[in-house]
């Protein structure tokens, strides 16, 4: 919102308040931009987080391309690259890699190997760049001030300055930020506050899936998420994510079932997969990746109350294929599922998906944009879709889709394991435990 020039710095009632129109300027990278919101704002300042290796510096690097090149529309703008963490010469080796050397961008993305905010300020104000990216703020210090870099006050003064000189020539910057072992930011949290957006790029260093995602942005919604895969060439983005999250492989084994999340307004088909084993001494074990271990322990108490799946002495491990953390509630069913496939030792159609909260009581609950995700299982080929049944009618109506509508886990358990034989010719593992 902003104050109208003639009244500023006086009250006024909601309904004087007039918009400010928002320019954004489009990066050139699609899934970039659909997090941001629809590109950079000018005058604004965005927090790029991520562990080391994870791909921050080369997704920055080809952002600053696409607006050198002048992203979507208009003509080509200048790029200033404050590295405070490698040299100008290790950039353009990167650079390099993924051909940015010729033509515009090899013109318009300056770099300059420089450490002291003071300097990398008056360069910004000298050039005036459409994006100043500084590559990390816990590398750049204030000579005035004491201490060492990435300190507690050399932050959060850094980060003042360069949000002084945003606002004051509408210039967008982006600051590159650390991560803790515990994957949280690095430095104060003063840092989060000052800044309007908080971008995170998440995934396995030893994968080739990225995520990004928005924990803050004044400028748009932070549902939504961005989805790459590094490749030799760089980050490429995924146009159709959907398909990268679900197995690949032919054999369709027990524990394995297909669920349908929302991210924003994205639907996306994930591979939802677990395995049960005998346990051995002590504590059964409750192992899971991508996936809330509470959650996991209340799905298992679950299945052994209400559904008569036991796995109370029982080692389980779950997990989310494709190296993606989520929470969406409309994942306990796939997850109870394939708790109940693996336990059984029976697959799941592999044309089959679930959907749906599960309760402490064993009920289903419906989650949002059941529509949506439906209409994407149905795009992919999905065939069969359990459902949570709702008093407010029946299940959506899908082409080419058989969509069941069930009350309970057990039912879903029971339409889900119905026409599945054992697998390898081996006996259900003690159905109920």
């Keep these: 919102m902003a104050i109208g020039p003639e009244r500023a710095g006086r009250p006024q009632s909601l309904s004087n308040l007039r918009e400010a129109a928002l320019v954004r300027t489009p990066t050139g990278i699609d899934e970039l931009d659909r997090v941001l919101g629809g590109g950079l704002v000018p005058g604004s300042v965005v927090l790029l987080a991520g562990e080391p290796g994870i791909g921050k510096s080369t997704l920055l690097l080809q952002a600053a391309a696409g607006l050198a090149a002048g992203g979507a529309v208009g003509a080509g703008r200048d790029v200033l690259y404050a590295t405070g963490e490698e040299s100008a010469g290790q950039v353009r080796l990167r650079a390099g890699r993924l051909g940015l050397l010729e033509g515009v961008p090899g013109d318009r993305i300056h770099v300059v190997a420089e450490s002291?905010?003071?300097r990398i300020v008056d360069l910004a104000q000298e050039m005036r760049p459409v994006v100043l990216v500084v590559d990390s703020i816990q590398t750049v210090t204030v000579d005035d001030l004491e201490g060492p870099a990435g300190s507690v006050g050399q932050v959060r003064e850094c980060a003042l300055?360069?949000?002084e000189v945003a606002k004051r020539e509408g210039i967008s910057v982006i600051v590159?930020?650390?991560?803790?072992k515990d994957g949280t930011l690095a430095g104060p949290k003063t840092?989060?506050?000052?800044?309007?957006?908080v971008l995170s790029l998440e995934g396995e260093s030893n994968a080739s899936l990225r995520l990004l995602r928005a924990t803050k942005n004044r400028?748009?919604?932070t549902e939504e998420v961005g989805v790459f895969e590094m490749v030799e060439s760089g980050l490429e983005e995924l146009a159709d994510p959907s398909r990268a999250f679900l197995g690949e492989s032919n054999e369709h084994a027990p524990g394995s079932v297909a669920g349908a999340t929302l991210e924003g307004a994205r639907p996306l088909l994930v591979e939802v997969q677990a395995l049960v084993a005998p346990g051995g001494y002590g504590s059964p074990r409750r192992t899971s990746a991508g996936i809330d271990t509470n959650r996991l322990s209340l799905l298992i108490a679950v299945l052994g109350r209400r559904a008569g799946v036991g796995l109370g002495s029982h080692d389980v491990y779950a997990n989310l294929a494709g190296g993606l953390s989520l929470t969406d509630p409309g994942l306990d069913l796939p997850l109870a599922l394939a708790l109940a496939s693996s336990m059984r030792d029976k697959a799941v159609a592999k044309d089959l998906v679930a959907i749906g909260e599960v309760g402490l009581?064993?009920?289903l609950r419906s989650v949002p944009g059941l529509e949506r995700r439906l209409r994407e299982a149905a795009r992919l080929g999905f065939r069969t879709a359990i459902v949570?049944?709702?008093r407010r009618g029946g299940p959506p109506e899908m082409p080419g889709m058989k969509v069941l509508a069930v009350a309970n886990l057990r039912e879903a358990i029971g339409h889900a394991l119905a026409d599945a034989g054992p697998a390898d010719g081996a006996k259900a593992a003690a159905d109920g435990g």
């Design 176 to 180: 590159v930020g650390h991560v803790t």
């Design 388 to 390: 949570p049944k709702t």
């Design 116 to 118: 002291e905010v003071g």
């Design 219 to 221: 400028f748009g919604s």
């Design 161 to 163: 300055r360069l949000m």
């Design 191 to 197: 840092l989060e506050h000052l800044v309007d957006a």
């Design 361 to 363: 009581l064993g009920e």
